[in-house]
């Protein structure tokens, strides 16, 4: 590299440097801070907009909820459980309590996840009652037609426990309420092993009148919940409603929007974070109306999803019931799609963000998950999928292989034509040209096998990304997390020196590992003609090295592998068309040898 070209990347790379300093410790906590005062104008905005807003959907009371809060006289969540009349909820996988009060299915635990890998890690809350600091909760109830003066129940109503103690898997329990005006409400709920609610609700008219009222429910969430932040996983909104398929709203669009009103006759929608959702789940083929919407309040957000079943008029003397579910846990695939199958919901396996290559995403997965099933290690699962693919991929890849090994052995021919055609650059261009379709050679051959591993990486990517199976899946060693990146660093002799460094300083040993496959395996390629182009190549695994050190573990991991397996495999072709491969030369390992024998030599002397 000459002296000109060498400062010009030096520049670079302390340019890019500068520009990250400034972006993370200046420009980023600027930019949030205008972020957050820009949210606050456009709430109070909306706030104030929203009060006269035409066609809402009626709240389960009748009355537009507000649910605004304020986190600095929020209550503990413990504080705010023993303070009402609550059914404890005791199974397997969950554990909780069911408020009286509104009959709210508003504190979920679950019982099988933590929050980290830390042995007193707490185990995950999702759902908290109204009152703490972060209120997440679902409510089922009843709306009747406007005019109607007739008394039903809502957030404030106390219920009446009429049959069981306990909510367990094989208990459910009976709620009651009077509204002592002839009409009597019974709410059954009811919980599978895993994390299925079903929710039936009898109205009984001794009205002496016909009464006609409609089901509903809503997932209630007040506040931003901390989010990864990432283009390619969906936090917020979501749910598949009939015909209008797959919606997704984030907490910020929603906010800046009108509510969003669907008519559907199957579905489901709902609350998701990355690992976990609350989703309510109307009858399959019951027509009803589904909505999306956000209050901003003066300092805290609510944001609703619910649905509004048709009327069901309920004769004098007589009943009428309904049922719906509501899911509340983990979002695991092999449980999802059970849900899906046994209770006929409309795309429920969405409510995993597989991404735009789900039809690659989900085989991928379901590969490493049955990998997994035989040896136990989701890392050994990686690496064997990662042969499975290569080996689909063989066919493709040995072609570009055998075209490449013909460009290499092109390279003495190549070399003289540039040197005969060095004033003359189109020249030299349209002669390499032609001695590649005189040699049957692509140049862009190269390119082939990077272009087929490109949506292989992004589907491995989403499956290490969102699915809770990887969650805290280790590996070996010091790889604990597959799904979080390699934790060690160079910065405290990975892990001698007993210090954790900033995170934007963290190069693990597995992202080291994969820049140097990779830079080994770009040895093998032909040089490129252009030096610009050549260094850029030269360059990139270093920038490789740097980007994917943030990247989930398993996915620098599966690179790294797969790298190897391409060394071997592009070594052995090649080598199988008569090109030479002298890695040591290529590397420039031979003069670094002969500098150093010749130093040593010197020395003995």
């Known amino acids: 590299m000459d002296e000109n070209n060498k400062n010009f990347f030096i520049a670079i790379f302390l340019s890019m440097g500068i520009l990250f300093l400034w972006q993370y410790f200046v420009a980023g906590p600027q930019l949030e801070a205008d972020k957050i005062r820009r949210q606050k104008i456009e709430a109070m905005k909306k706030a104030e907009d929203l009060k006269n807003a035409p066609g809402l959907l009626p709240s389960v009371n009748g009355k537009a909820k507000s649910g605004s809060i304020n986190p600095s006289v929020a209550l503990p969540r413990e504080q705010v459980l023993k303070s009402g009349k609550r059914v404890k909820i005791n199974t397997r996988h969950v554990s909780g309590s069911i408020s009286l009060v ?32 972060a209120p997440y909760y679902a409510e089922h109830g009843w709306y009747q037609p406007e005019g109607s003066t007739t008394k039903l129940p809502d957030s404030n109503t ?25 009409l009597v409400f019974h709410r059954t709920i009811g919980l599978d092993a895993n994390y299925m609610f079903t929710i039936s609700q009898q109205v009984e008219n001794n009205t002496g009148k016909a009464v006609t009222l409609y089901p509903r429910a809503v997932v209630t969430r007040v506040g931003i919940p901390k989010i990864e932040g990432f283009f390619v996983l969906h936090e917020g909104m979501v749910g598949v409603l009939g015909e209008e398929g797959l919606q997704e709203l984030g907490y910020d669009e929603l906010l800046k929007s009108k509510p969003l009103d669907f008519s559907a006759q199957s579905g489901w929608l709902g609350i998701t974070d990355k690992y976990w959702a609350a989703v309510i789940i109307p009858e399959q083929k019951t027509s009803y109306k589904a909505r999306f919407s956000a209050q901003p309040g003066v300092v805290t957000p609510t944001f609703n999803t619910e649905y509004l079943l048709a009327g069901m008029t309920v004769p004098a003397g007589g009943k009428a019931s309904t049922k719906g579910h509501f899911f509340a846990g983990a979002k695991k695939s092999a449980l999802i799609d059970k849900y899906e199958k046994q209770l006929n919901i409309k795309s429920f396996d969405l409510m995993i963000d597989w991404g735009w290559f789900y039809f690659i995403t989900k085989p991928i997965f379901w590969l490493i998950n049955w990998f997994y099933h035989l040896f136990g290690n989701f890392g050994v699962s990686i690496l064997l999928t990662t042969l499975v693919i290569k080996g689909l991929f063989f066919p493709l890849a040995s072609k570009a292989y055998v075209s490449m090994g013909k460009m290499k052995k092109l390279q003495p021919e190549v070399l003289k034509l540039k040197e005969r055609y060095k004033d003359d650059p189109m020249k030299n261009q349209q002669a390499m040209m032609a001695l590649y379709k005189k040699e049957q050679v692509s140049p862009l051959s190269g390119c082939l096998p990077v272009l087929l591993q490109i949506p292989v990486f992004f589907a491995l990517y989403k499956v290490l990304f969102v699915t809770i199976e990887m969650r805290h899946a280790p590996f070996f060693g010091w790889i604990q997390d597959l799904s979080a990146k390699d934790p060690t660093s160079p910065v405290n002799l990975f892990g001698l020196l007993p210090f954790d460094p900033p995170s934007f300083l963290v190069l693990g040993i597995w992202p080291i590992i994969m820049g140097i496959t990779m830079w080994v395996q770009m040895q093998l390629n032909p040089a490129q003609a252009d030096p610009i182009q050549q260094k850029i190549f030269t360059w990139m695994p270093v920038v490789f090295t740097i980007m994917l050190a943030s990247f989930p573990a398993g996915l620098v991991i599966y690179w790294a592998w797969n790298n190897l397996l391409t060394i071997i495999q592009q070594s052995y072709i090649m080598k199988r068309e008569g090109a030479e491969i002298n890695l040591a030369e290529n590397m420039g390992l031979d003069k670094l040898w002969a500098m150093v024998k010749g130093k040593i030599g010197t020395k003995s002397d």
């Open 158 to 182: 106390t219920w009446v426990l009429e049959e069981g103690k306990v909510l367990t898997q094989d208990t459910p329990i009976t709620l009651k309420y009077d509204n002592g005006q002839g």
């Open 102 to 133: 509104g009959a709210r299915i508003d504190d979920v635990v679950l019982e099988t996840y933590r929050e980290s890998l830390k042995k007193d890690s707490k185990r995950v809350v999702l759902l908290s009652p109204a009152g703490s600091k």
